[in-house]
């Protein structure tokens, strides 16, 4: 029996829990309540604190986020499993508190505009809809990579952890580019 086959009742239970429902459920309340933002004007209310810092903080955490995706992806290729584990809690854990800040952003502010223009603006917007847009692919893709992981699949969360980890890198990453080109018009 190598290290990555299930051992013992526990493994047994988890190769047979289905977490298709769960990720569906997931998906759907994150995507959808980003979307709902999307379209919700901004809360017009007294908050009580400088909201422009969520922003600051959204970049902060998806900066986490990319730092323990590359530790994760550095110790999975060293084959040293548990700590690969650590860093991808850790990113999830980083991921999570991004977007507690984010939808506490997007439900009291309205949209920021975008102030450049000419080719920084075309790139600013290239580089904002790819993001968007592998934003939504990423969340069902990284719940179902980490899923098969706890569940010791080995075989299946190899097979989509090879475009999942790319994929999240490159959402983190762009994160963090959109709020430097964007800071300016808080």
Known sequence: MNQFENKGAEGALAKER?????IVFLTVAINGLVAVLFFMEGYSGDVGFDITILPMMNAIFNSFTTVFLFTALYF????????HKRFIYAAFGSTSLFLVTY??????????AFGGSGL???FYYFILISHIILAII???MALLSFFRGISNKVD?????ARWTMPLWLYVSITGVLVYLMISPYY
């Open 156 to 160: 299946k969360h190899r097979k989509i």
């Open 18 to 22: 289905n977490y298709t429902p769960l």
């Open 103 to 112: 939808v506490t952003y997007h439900f009291l502010a309205e949209s920021t």
């Open 120 to 122: 920084y603006a075309g």
């Open 76 to 83: 999975i290729l060293k084959k040293n499993i548990t700590m």
């Open 138 to 140: 990423i969340v069902p």
